[in-house]
């Protein structure tokens, strides 16, 4: 795709760095194909994306399924990325799925929350209206629609406090945890279990 041409080009320039810092905290969505792209230049190998189904009547349409593939010029050391509320739709999906990589360490605070794809439909009265109606669930299992993916350490951010002072705690926080001789211990550690909703999809295996 002409949209993810350009990160693998700028991953090619990446070959032997100590780390790497993806920042996606101001970061208000658009396509899935960038996010998986994305999360395939982050990864480790080939691991599961997301699930997604659709709401169909009073239940869900069978679920489709995902894979993050790992690409050709993906970064291989450690990897930070800065996330908050205001990542959404397509930037907070590619955070529920680094977040499961061992490499990653998710720093900042939780995503806004509102995953699904938007559908639009128009009343009979001409007004437009914006749904949605899709379920998109975590390699872990669970659903963080209206919950947020929570970061693997908090560090809040209010990108105004940032401006006025020119200190950006979370950069600091990356820099420091990539500079540490334990990151890979430090990520193993921060891993949790399943910590947004249970999924609604069905027939997931």
């Not at 908090?154 to 002072?165: C, I, M, N, R, T």
Request: aromatic share 6%.
């Amino acid at each position: 795709a002409t949209g993810v041409a350009p990160l693998d080009a700028a991953f090619a320039t990446m070959k032997g760095r100590s780390g790497l810092i993806v920042d996606v905290r101001i970061n208000y969505g658009g396509d899935d194909e960038i996010a998986l792209a994305l999360a395939g230049l982050i990864a480790d190998r080939d691991r599961p994306g997301f699930i997604k189904c659709t709401r169909d009547g009073a239940g869900f349409t069978p679920a489709q399924e995902t894979r993050v593939r790992r690409r050709p010029n993906a970064f291989d050391g450690p990897v930070v990325v800065l996330s908050s509320p205001h990542n959404v739709s397509s930037g907070e999906n590619f955070a529920m799925m680094a977040k499961s990589f061992p490499n990653v360490v998710l720093v900042g605070d939780r995503t806004a929350s509102v995953h699904s794809d938007v559908l639009q439909k128009r009343l009979p009265n001409g007004w437009k209206i914006g749904i949605s109606n899709e379920a998109f669930v975590a390699p872990d299992g669970s659903m963080y629609e209206t919950v947020g993916v929570a970061p693997d350490v908090l560090v809040p951010y209010y990108p105004e406090a940032v401006k006025e002072s020119g200190v950006d705690p979370l950069l600091e926080k990356a820099l420091d945890l990539l500079g540490s001789s334990h990151f890979a211990a430090l990520s193993a550690a921060v891993k949790r279990g399943p910590m947004g909703r249970a999924s609604p999809c069905p027939q997931q295996r």
